[in-house]
């Protein structure tokens, strides 16, 4: 899975549809086939505060959701469902 997701000049979030595809289960060709016809959907929601530098990517397939957490160095860490933080890290 691509685990970085680079931020431009202008603040915007590039994410490779080869992590949201293997977020989701399915084959990278599919999800995009899938992106294309616009059964897929994204959110953004950046971090302010304590959180300031960090992105929340909520995508939606199909009645399912997938979060990712862009760190601010770029990598990217799924969301727990349970509690919605960010595992813990070693």
């Known amino acids: ?3 970085h997701a680079p931020q431009d000049d202008s603040g915007d979030v590039e994410v490779d549809s080869t992590a949201v595809a ?6 990278v060709a599919f999800f995009r086939t899938e992106l ?3 059964n897929v959907r994204g959110t953004v929601e950046r971090g302010v505060g304590a959180d300031a ?3 929340r990517l909520v995508f939606r397939y199909r009645g399912q959701r997938r979060v990712l957490i862009r760190q601010p160095d770029g990598h990217l860490v799924p ?3 349970e509690t919605g933080a960010p ?3 070693s």
């Open 87 to 89: 595992p813990c890290q």
């Open 22 to 27: 293997a977020a989701f289960g399915l084959p």
């Open 53 to 55: 530098g960090r992105h």
């Open 36 to 38: 294309r016809r616009g």
């Open 1 to 3: 899975m691509a685990d």
């Open 79 to 81: 969301e727990e469902p």
